[in-house]
């Protein structure tokens, strides 16, 4: 018979090698232990007491004594009396976790509002629970990244070990980083090390605050949006959480999706790139130019020199006749600039368009001869 695997038997609460020795009874009647042990590839004392095991189940049953033989009681009627006793069990736990719980909350009082929020007042318990609530989680944990940061650094470590091991399982992970964070090494380095291990991450400017989701059911979210030692709340409120994934949907569509890990390969001056606009790394500079990144964070993120990324705007400005970032920004959306290179790029460009500002009354004036904007980071 095919084997199912040994996971089939987790929720009867018997041990994956006493299920190997029920599967083998049920098609191998009347074997001794000896057989049974070597079927299944164990020792003879292992199996002997899983046989035993077995019997106090009532799965399996002894139908001789010299020598002694098994075989499997009929499974259906066998192994549903066995659940119905797992599910008698369950109920109990179940009662007594209430118990606990009305325990827990009456000695932490002071942090608890109701049973929709608790109040993480320390460090340790942030990083405790969020710890536990990541490791928890089955389907997808959401992520709004800003500074001031509650977690210690030294607890970085850990939490990247626990987020690949979630991922390796079948979560994903998605996160929108504020565009002011990557000023800061460790956020930087959190977040190429998220998307090396399969997450997802965009940027944006303006976050209205951090948050993190685990599965939809839980939520941690600050007290107070610029005091990391006010503490943070626990949010297990479905109306709230429903709003909190709302709000972070909505982040998550207007944000930039951030994939660059290391800098292009060499590539050609802006006056010799394609006629439909700039190359891609010119566009990635303006993707996060115009999301408010100053030249410094933007060179971080790029992994370019400060200097190369103050040429490459200059230069997008030249093209454009802009002198200021705003005037960049607002005139390389109109031409497709902020697109991927690319037919979908070249689509949105405007029909010859001339590589001056257009003499539209609506856009900010590009004021007297182009030269090179200011790119003062």
Not at 16 to 26: N, S
Not at 210 to 237: E, N, Q, R, W
Not at 260 to 269: E, G, S
């Amino acid at each position: 018979m095919t084997e199912p695997p040994d996971s089939s038997w987790g929720g009867t609460g018997l041990a994956p090698l006493a299920g190997r020795i029920l599967e083998h009874l049920v098609s191998h009647p009347e074997s001794s232990a000896a057989e049974v042990a070597s079927a299944v590839r164990t020792s003879p004392p292992a199996a002997g007491r899983a046989l035993r095991t077995l019997e106090a189940e009532l799965l399996a049953v002894r139908v001789s004594r010299q020598p002694v033989r098994w075989s499997a009681s009929p499974p259906r009627p066998a192994l549903t009396s066995l659940l119905a006793r797992r599910r008698e069990e369950l109920a109990r736990v179940e009662m007594f976790a209430e118990r606990l719980h009305d325990a827990y909350s009456s000695a932490s009082h002071h942090r608890f509002a109701s049973d929709q929020f608790e109040i993480l007042d320390t460090e340790k318990r942030v990083t405790a629970r969020y710890t536990h609530l990541l490791r928890a989680s089955r389907h997808e944990v959401l992520h709004l990244v800003m500074p001031p940061y509650v977690a210690a650094l030294d607890a970085v470590p850990h939490r990247m070990s626990t987020q690949a091991a979630a991922i390796r399982g079948g979560v994903r992970f998605r996160s929108v980083y504020d565009s002011d964070t990557f000023t800061d090494d460790v956020s930087l380095e959190t977040a190429r090390q998220g998307i090396a291990m399969g997450g997802e991450v965009r940027l944006s400017s303006g976050l209205p605050m951090k948050l993190v989701l685990f599965d939809g059911t839980s939520a941690i979210m600050p007290l107070l949006k610029d005091d990391p030692t006010a503490g943070s709340l626990l949010v297990h409120s479905p109306t709230l959480l429903h709003v909190l994934i709302a709000l972070f949907e909505s982040v998550w569509e207007h944000g930039a999706p951030w994939e660059h890990d290391a800098p292009p390969a060499p590539h050609p001056t802006f006056a010799a790139a394609r006629a439909d606009g700039p190359d891609e790394r010119t566009r990635e500079i303006l993707r996060l130019m115009e999301l408010g990144m100053k030249d410094d964070a933007i060179a971080r993120v790029m992994r370019l020199s400060r200097r190369t990324i103050q040429k490459h705007i200059g230069d997008a400005g030249l093209a454009l006749g802009a002198r200021t970032r705003f005037q960049i920004a607002l005139l390389a959306q109109e031409r497709g600039w902020l697109l991927p290179a690319g037919p979908a790029a070249a689509a949105a460009a405007p029909s010859g368009a001339a590589a001056t500002v257009p003499g539209d009354a609506q856009r900010p004036p590009a004021g007297p001869t182009p030269g090179r904007p200011e790119t003062a980071g």
